[in-house]
């Protein structure tokens, strides 16, 4: 079975320009999760999608939006990008829309690098 | 606000003996906590979990232990093993937070042959 599956792997980007970042769930998977590492840090909770409706947001800016489509992937999108939103991107599936019971499972992530 | 710490940047231990990751949390509402590892170019993994009902829990090698009143939990790791090598994450969540969970900054371990 194939895990979290995130595009693109890599990408460069300069200050004030937009990046769309892709996301699969594991199959079944209901619920997307979006995180953010910066380095040396933890990651840093931005959204959750459930059935395709937002569960929740991190303290993020509105430059920063999400959505998912019906069969369960999920998009985000960060407009007018910063320096400071160079980080890597995680995005992690479960099957309900409870971390409890069901673990989260990540994906290898996007690397963004803003110049 | 700094809900989740992890106050080892770095811990080094040889192979064969016992790893203890550290972790101190501020929340009382915490419902559980659970422990991922990091490998480079990979996204974290899941290790073991541990309720707040709970001061112990068991995994092969690997064993989570919670003093709620010290706000404190540590993972045990025995034999330690080269192959543990990784960055280490406590992580916090609630049952009516959803799939937010709070991560602490993390912990490098590294199991020296």
């Known amino acids: 079975d194939a895990g979290v599956t995130q595009s693109p792997t890599h990408l460069i980007k300069t200050r004030g320009q937009h990046v769309t970042l892709r996301c699969s769930p594991i199959?079944?998977?209901?619920?997307v999760s979006w995180y953010q590492q910066v380095l040396g840090q933890g990651p840093q909770f931005i959204f959750q999608?459930?059935?395709?409706?937002?569960?929740g947001r991190g303290n993020f800016p509105d430059r920063f939006s999400a959505r998912q489509f019906p069969n369960y992937s999920s998009e985000l999108n960060v407009n007018a990008l910063l320096l400071g939103d160079s980080a890597l991107y995680l995005c992690?599936?479960?099957?309900?829309?409870?971390?409890?019971?069901?673990?989260?499972?990540f994906g290898a992530g996007s690397r963004l690098t803003v110049l | 606000d700094q809900q989740v710490k992890q106050n080892s940047p770095s811990l080094s231990v040889q192979e064969g003996r016992i790893s203890i990751l550290n972790c101190d949390y501020t929340n009382s509402m915490f419902d559980y906590f659970l422990w991922y590892k990091k490998y480079p170019a990979e996204g974290p993994t899941f290790l073991i979990s541990i309720s707040s009902i709970k001061d112990k829990n068991e995994d092969g090698r690997f064993t989570v232990f919670l003093n709620k009143s010290a706000k404190h939990l540590s993972l045990h790791i025995v034999p330690s093993q080269p192959g543990d090598s990784a960055v280490y994450f406590c992580a916090a969540g609630g049952e009516t937070s959803g799939s937010r969970l709070t991560f602490g900054e993390g912990t490098q371990l590294t199991v020296n042959p």
């Open positions: 199959s079944g998977h209901k619920s």
């Open positions: 992690a599936s479960s099957h309900s829309d409870s971390a409890g019971a069901n673990v989260l499972t």
């Open positions: 999608y459930y059935e395709k409706e937002e569960r």
